[in-house]
């Protein structure tokens, strides 16, 4: 099965630039789409980003758009957030999930990676 993991979140200033990957193993990504998402305290989750694995077509949010990018390397099976001019609503936990082109909801979560954006 499919398994996920994040790492590069961290404490950063408003401003700043922080990219979040995602690691994934176990099955082949070719029928899926593998997302970022945050849940930030007392919100719900939100989509941020979006990537289909085989032909690399995006969607990111409109409130993050422009300030953030997703991209992936096929080669590393390695999905990217690239997140530029953090700002404090945007501290959340950041969670990459995969789910197979179609499905409405994501199967296959990391375990998340907390980034946290002080002003």
């Known amino acids: 099965q499919v398994q996920l993991a994040e790492s590069g979140g961290g404490l950063v200033r408003a401003g700043d630039s922080l990219r979040l990957s995602c690691a994934v193993s176990?099955?082949?990504?070719?029928?899926?789409?593998i997302g970022w998402l945050r849940q930030a305290p007392g919100k719900d989750r939100e989509t941020v980003a979006a990537?289909?694995?085989?032909?690399?077509?995006?969607y990111v949010t409109d409130s993050v758009k422009g300030r953030f990018t997703v991209s992936r390397d096929a080669a590393k099976n390695t999905a990217y957030l690239q997140m530029y001019t953090l700002r404090p609503e945007d501290t959340a936990v950041y969670y990459c999930?995969?789910?197979?082109?179609?499905?409405?909801?994501?199967?296959?979560w990391g375990q998340g990676t907390l980034v946290t954006v002080s002003s």
């Open positions: 990537i289909t694995w085989s032909e690399g077509r995006t």
């Open positions: 999930a995969a789910k197979p082109r179609g499905n409405s909801a994501y199967t296959r």
């Open positions: 176990g099955g082949s990504l070719s029928m899926y789409v």
